[in-house]
């Protein structure tokens, strides 16, 4: 039982554009979320996140939009850079679960110089 | 290096053994999370502490796990009787906690222990 979806593996886009990861959940206690970088032989490291009183939060290139009725969120990056280029997990949590957070497959990102 | 440090970095071992592993969290954080990622998937949770008290295990912890903190600092997971199926990257994880504030609950993890059973 998948709760937290990235049902893209991989996405490639050149430097300067911009990049859209996308997250589909089905649990609706599920009330904040996250998203986690990792590059290999590292851990995930915290990249920005959303409350589901918003939609919306935006962190220099980077902005999550959350759209609660699809039970769906994006991240987008922009622009581009070649340093993005990691494995991108999208995470949520709710009620007292605090952090034991779900986590989806993750997206394969490559930016090309 | 003030971040979640994770020892061994890689395991191997033979199946029917067992394994320990250790993780020293940032020093302030009340909380140490351990989570365990197979290829091609995402963390998944196991455990978790508040300071030394264990507060939530999943159901994928069978029997042959057991974490500790003692004191409240360090944490190590043990494997017992080792089965191919344990091959993973086990991480751990710390966060610091106060009251309500669910902003703050951004976890920092370290870089996991491989653990491969032949």
């Known amino acids: 039982d998948q709760q937290v979806k990235q049902n893209s593996p991989s996405l490639s886009v050149q430097e300067g554009r911009i990049s859209i990861l996308n997250c589909d959940y089905t649990?609706?206690?599920?009330?904040?979320f996250l998203w986690y970088k990792k590059y290999p032989a590292e851990g995930p490291t915290f990249l920005i996140s959303i409350s589901s009183i918003k939609d919306k939060n935006e962190d220099g290139r980077f902005t999550v939009f959350l759209n609660k009725s699809a039970k769906h969120l994006s991240l987008h990056i922009v622009p581009s850079q070649p340093g993005d280029s990691a494995v991108y997990f999208c995470a949520a949590f709710g009620g007292t679960s605090y952090g034991k957070l779900t986590f989806g497959q993750g997206t394969i990102l490559t930016v090309h110089p | 290096d003030t971040g979640v440090s994770q020892n061994p970095r890689h395991k191997i071992t033979k199946r029917g053994q067992n394994v320990t592993f250790r993780c020293d969290p940032i020093s302030e954080h009340n909380r140490l999370y351990w989570y365990r990622q197979t290829l091609g998937q995402g963390p998944e949770f196991l455990t978790y502490?508040?300071?030394?008290?264990?507060?939530?295990k999943s159901r994928l912890l069978s029997d042959r796990f057991s974490a500790e903190r003692p004191k409240g600092s360090f944490s190590t997971l043990e494997i017992q009787r080792t089965e191919q199926g344990d091959s993973a990257m086990y991480l751990c994880a710390s966060s610091y906690r106060v009251g309500g504030a669910r902003a703050n609950e951004k976890l920092f993890f370290g870089s996991g222990t491989q653990l491969s059973v032949l």
């Open positions: 649990n609706s206690m599920f009330d904040y």
């Open positions: 502490f508040q300071n030394e008290a264990q507060l939530e």
